[in-house]
């Protein structure tokens, strides 16, 4: 098992920044990609970020590309969001989540764990 802790979220202004953080822990050396996700309020769960641990390789919606940024630590465990330049359209719930699959994927189908959740609010 593989157990994700998001931290980070909170209520900031449009045009503001914040950093996510979600810390892994449990079998992680079972997990390849590593990815955020969002849901706003009546919408569908959708793809932002994944990156995998050992390449490093990087893949973002276009909604957010240019404007955020996923990162890990693999010594800590530990990846990141920062999201700059933020707008109320990104408010949502972001969550981390650690897939096995060793595809860089924006399917969330595709990931096996997942974490609670931090909430983002942007306010206009």
């Known amino acids: 098992q593989v157990q994700l802790v998001e931290s980070g979220g909170g209520l900031v202004s449009a045009g503001d920044s914040l950093r996510l953080s979600c810390a892994a822990s449990g079998r992680t050396f079972n997990t390849n990609a590593m990815g955020w996700f969002r849901q706003a309020p009546g919408k569908e769960r959708e793809f932002v970020a994944a990156?995998?641990?050992?390449?490093?390789?990087?893949f973002y919606a276009d909604s957010v590309k240019g404007r955020f940024t996923i990162s890990r630590d693999n010594a800590k465990n530990m990846v990141y969001l920062q999201m700059n330049s933020l707008k109320p359209e990104d408010t949502a719930v972001y969550y981390c989540?650690?897939?096995?699959?060793?595809?860089?994927?924006?399917?969330?189908?595709?990931?096996?764990?997942w974490g609670q959740g931090t909430q983002v609010t942007v306010s206009s």
């Open positions: 990156i995998m641990w050992r390449a490093g390789i990087t």
């Open positions: 989540a650690a897939g096995v699959t060793t595809t860089l994927t924006m399917r969330g189908s595709d990931y096996d764990y």
